[in-house]
Nanobody, 124 residues
């Protein structure tokens, strides 16, 4: 089970750190990602990290502002978000995948396990 937390309301330019804690099993060998769904829009990829933490991938619009990381000892994945913009407003979901390729890690259908989502609201 994946449990996302850390969402909230911030002003533009602010920062938040999201956490995704795994319970009831280990995801140390899973590649992990954050997806997000803005109001009225489809869910989209935001960031991913391989099981070892050695490779990370980002949506172009969040590069340089978001950082994904993981602590396998704690079975937790993080998303540090800074310089937040109103267009970052969305429900953020963490997900786990056993697919390995960069192509697959950017795609929603590659993820078998999903958290419940945490809402991030950025006001201008």
């Amino acid at each position: 089970q994946l449990q996302a937390s850390g969402g909230g309301s911030v002003q533009a330019g602010g920062s938040l750190r999201l956490s995704c804690a795994a319970s009831g099993g280990t995801y140390r060998n899973h590649n992990m990602a954050w997806f997000r769904q803005a109001p009225g829009k489809e869910r989209e990829f935001a960031a991913a990290i391989t099981w070892s933490g050695g490779d990370t991938y980002y949506k172009d619009s969040v590069k340089g502002r978001f950082t994904i990381s993981r602590d396998n000892a704690k079975n937790t994945v993080y998303l540090e978000m800074s310089s937040l913009k109103p267009e970052d407003t969305a429900v953020y979901y963490c997900a786990a995948s056993l697919y390995d390729s960069a192509y697959d890690l950017l795609r929603e259908h590659s993820y078998a396990y999903w958290g419940q989502g945490t809402l991030v609201t950025v006001s201008s």
